[in-house]
């Protein structure tokens, strides 16, 4: 995607909504994920994005995308990039997603507004509250009445 003025603040939108699903990708082990890609087992890959999302989103809002690659050079570190298609309501994001052994990255390639603005900045706050619209919200337990 060309980049404009309001991609890094939707890339960072992107990255905090992603962050827990993320993590839970980051707990498989690199080389399972590799071979998963090498092999182009994408139903399988497919699985584990929905089962990691499915803790934290609505079904249906994040998607493995059906590609990815990865890095793995002797003596360096493995880096998986997923694809990935995330639709909260109103919006598609096409997006990658780079795992690594420390750290996860997210890059927007292409948003898709159903409704867009003229404003870059309503739009921007419209993915925003889409995003945490699509989350489970987890109540507080409320202290028992004596």
């Not at 962050?19 to 399988?44: H, K, M, Q, W």
């Not at 694809?83 to 990255?105: M, N, S, W």
């Not at 993915?127 to 507080?140: C, F, H, K, M, Q």
Request: glycine share 6%; hydrophobic share 40%.
């Amino acid at each position: 995607m060309k980049k404009c003025p309001y991609s890094a603040q939707r890339e960072k939108i992107l990255a905090e909504a992603i962050s827990p699903v993320a993590t839970e990708l980051r707990l498989l082990d690199a080389s399972d994920l590799i071979s998963l890609l090498r092999f182009e087992y994408y139903g399988n890959l497919a699985d584990l994005v929905a089962s990691a999302a499915e803790l934290f989103f609505h079904p249906g809002t994040v998607n493995f995308g059906l590609g990815g690659s990865y890095t793995l050079e002797w003596g360096g570190k493995p880096e998986v990039v997923l694809d990935l298609e995330i639709k909260p309501r109103g919006v598609t994001v096409y997006a990658q997603l780079t795992l690594a052994e420390d750290h996860a990255g997210i890059e927007i390639n292409h948003i898709s507004f159903q409704n867009a603005s003229s404003n870059p900045d309503v739009n921007t706050a419209f993915l925003e509250r889409s995003l945490r619209d699509a989350r489970y919200i987890v109540a507080r337990p409320q202290a028992l009445a004596s």
